[in-house]
């Protein structure tokens, strides 16, 4: 059943419950019927927000533009990630609403880095993982000290407290050797880190159970490495991967695409008009021939256009979006 201002009855109920400040005490005596029902109700409430403030500039960090666009296009792990966030916005807010919230969106909201953050802790130290990867003295003693080398040391300790996996490797060498060169100012080669990550490990070792307790058991949690295909191993030939012109031409229309989002969120961020900063840069980015300039011409496609690319870059009901078309009164709908 709905009510009038488009939720739920579970919804309103949540929110006549967080109004009277008495939520959390309701949760806590509800049977398990009742206390699913509050459950799925801010849950309602809360994904749309930790999608917008959360998941989607999360993702576009990664560059994983496509999970950046909708719901439904979130990859197994990205959606993983984007339930398990929010499950911690829900809990902090049944566990925690005990005085009177006016307005729930605006109060999951204030406390989204917290609670996200908080969860995520909560799932390190399920799998055995320090909540916060620290390197104690006596490893950066072991260390000599070294920055680079404790910062290493810190990277494992983080990773083993993570879900993924590194491909057919334990550990992500290659985007550690990127940082490693990053830090040093030279270029990296992967057998270099392999030398660093052997001596952090190895002095890690030398305090055996808590080598057991903050390495080994969270590791031993994590989904096991893929066995590396043919060709993948030390000394093994390395044929190129078939590539099609169009496998090129969707690499290439991907990195137009991001550079596009980049550039209307810049214009969108300044002020400028939507239909107008949007139709420019495409313009721009794409040129005429790719967008087709007759099509152009229709003042209903450019409508669908603009509210394709609003969606995108502000997502739907936020504030580059409905807020922003229904300002300028441009496109319909």
Known sequence: MRDTDGGSEAVRRLRALAGAGTLAGAVRGADPAGRAELCAAAYEVAWPLVYQRVTRPAERRRGHWRCSTGLTRLTDDCV???????????????????????????????????????????RRGERGAQQRPRVPGWLAAELARDPWLVELATRVLDWVGVPESAGHEIWPVDSWAARRGELTGRPAPVAALRDDLDRVLAAMRRRHRWYADYVERPLGAKTPPLAPPPGDRPGDPRPLVPQSADDEAERRLQELAGAAVAAIETRLGNGEDPRTGIVSVLRAVFGDDRLGSVRLADPRVVDRIVREALLIVGGQGGPAGGERLGGHGTVAG
């Open 80 to 122: 993983d990630r984007f339930h398990d966030d929010v499950e911690a916005v829900v809990t902090d807010l049944l566990r925690n609403a005990r005085t009177p919230v006016r307005d729930v969106e605006a109060w999951m909201s204030a406390r989204l880095t917290a609670a996200t953050v908080d969860g995520h802790r909560r």
